[in-house]
């Protein structure tokens, strides 16, 4: 590599030195964890392009290793440092709702609809509520594809007793955007609740959600008791 581009490479850790980490780009933020270009790429071409390609920053959350890895100028390590950044900011965030009450399905909605604006295939997740309601842990159970997603209640009540939940919520994107539940949604939701009541751990909703709109089973079943 040659003295000018060592130089090039140096400039947005000084940056973040002088000005701060707020300061940096989003190009400039990829560099610092690349650290290097390649041999025909500095390191801030090799970032401006990957984002380009990718169509952004917002599009990297949703990158798996085999994606990454397929990108020129992108090899194992490099892959490995972008993902553990990423999984690392996901592990933060989600410690911060301990902080927050999200006993609501709107706020559920509101804190978690960005996660869900790029997500390409089907994720199931279960939230686990203490005896006040408020948020234990939120567990990704199974990644999907763009039609459907594999769910066992065994697995999300083995979660639930693990961590001492009273109750729980379920919850899972439609990448398509439309929240309108299928018949598969449907029956889950029925096994889950049944099985929630044989071991004392009642579901509380279910919500199918995009990054527009959430469609709740609860507030759906409280509309139908209302208008009956």
């Known amino acids: ?106 706020k559920i909605f509101n804190y978690y609809k960005n996660e869900f604006k790029n997500m390409k295939q089907e994720k199931f997740y279960v939230l686990l509520y203490d005896a006040k309601l408020n948020l234990i842990e939120r567990k990704e159970l199974y990644k999907g594809t763009l039609d459907s997603v594999n769910v066992h209640p065994r697995e999300i009540f083995k979660e639930a007793i693990l961590e001492s939940a009273s109750s729980i919520i379920v919850m899972h994107n439609h990448p398509s955007g439309d929240t309108t539940p299928s018949k598969e949604d449907i029956e889950i939701t029925r096994k889950i609740e049944e099985t929630g009541k044989i071991v004392g751990i009642k579901l509380l909703d279910h919500i199918i959600i995009s990054h527009k709109e959430y469609y709740s089973f609860y507030e759906n079943r409280i509309k139908e008791e209302t208008l009956s």
């Open 1 to 106: 590599m040659k003295f000018k581009e060592i130089i090039q490479e140096e400039k947005p850790r000084e940056k973040l030195k002088r000005q701060g980490v707020e300061s940096l780009s989003d190009s400039e933020l990829l560099s610092i964890l690349l650290r290097t270009g390649s041999k025909n790429e500095s390191v801030d071409e090799l970032s401006t392009r990957i984002l380009k390609e990718i169509g952004g920053l917002n599009k990297l959350s949703n990158m798996s290793l085999n994606m990454l890895i397929k990108i020129k100028g992108i090899k194992l390590s490099k892959a490995s440092t972008i993902l553990t950044a990423l999984e690392l900011s996901k592990r933060i965030h989600d410690k911060e709702n301990k902080n927050i009450k999200l006993n609501s399905t709107t």
